[in-house]
């Protein structure tokens, strides 16, 4: 049985899959539901993985696979139905979809691998092998700066990022800073502080109070382009 938001939502992750063969962002199922943020669509999502309706497909961006589709309004057996419950009908069989060799990342502008610089939402992709990607939701940066270079991270490379919001001691992370800036980091604690550590001796260490930093993914591969 499925709540009325989880019914809308399928209802409109299978419309746009049928009309571009895309998912839609997690932005637009916001507004399409009416929505107050994000988390309430992660978790009508995490909802609908946990009763076999949805599916995450692997190494793919916004990518999801409607295999339980909704049915009639209609109780099923003899549960009583309400306003805002739906039966649904038994799951469709269908083939396995296979991982693109290319994957379309969202590129989200650039990010600094030296001072914090602003880390800008952007409507590009960059198109990355499958390969380079383990399983999780990715998206991609343009580095700026040297201050990872000791690391192999190059002005101009390209930062494949896992988002998580976590990350273990000694992890490249991508951190925001005071809510404003991000900056690609090693990420460390010390003394009630998190210290955000550079791969060049050139630059030293920056410290800040555990609030004012927050973990928005960790590193995942590289991309580099050569001209």
């Known amino acids: 049985m499925l709540t009325a938001k989880q019914h809308e939502l399928i209802r409109f992750i299978q419309q746009r899959l049928e009309e571009t063969g ?11 539901l009416d929505l107050k943020s994000k988390s309430g669509v992660h978790r009508l999502i995490s909802a609908l993985e946990e009763r076999g309706f949805l ?83 990715h998206y991609a940066l343009e580095v700026s700066g040297d ?4 690391a192999g991270i190059f002005d101009g490379d390209f930062a494949l990022v896992k988002r998580t919001n976590s990350a273990r001691d000694g992890e490249i992370v991508v951190a925001l800073v005071r809510g404003e800036e991000a900056t690609l980091k090693y990420l460390r604690k010390e003394g009630g502080q998190v210290r955000l550590d550079p791969a060049n001796a050139a630059h030293d260490p920056q410290f800040y109070r555990p609030d004012e930093v927050e973990v928005q993914g960790k590193l995942a591969g590289l991309l580099r382009r050569y001209h």
């Open 55 to 137: 599916r995450r497909l692997p190494n793919r961006a916004r990518a999801l696979e409607v295999i339980r589709e909704p049915g009639d309004t209609t109780p099923a057996r003899s549960i009583p139905a309400s306003d805002n419950v739906v039966a649904m009908p038994s799951p469709v069989a269908r083939a396995p979809q296979a991982a693109n060799d290319v994957i379309e990342l969202p590129l989200h502008g650039r990010i600094a691998a030296g001072a914090p610089i602003e880390a800008l939402e952007g409507q590009s992709t960059l198109p990355v092998p499958a390969a380079l990607l383990g399983p999780g939701e």
């Open 147 to 150: 201050s990872m270079i000791d």
């Open 22 to 32: 895309i998912s839609p962002s997690f932005e637009e199922m916001k507004e399409a």
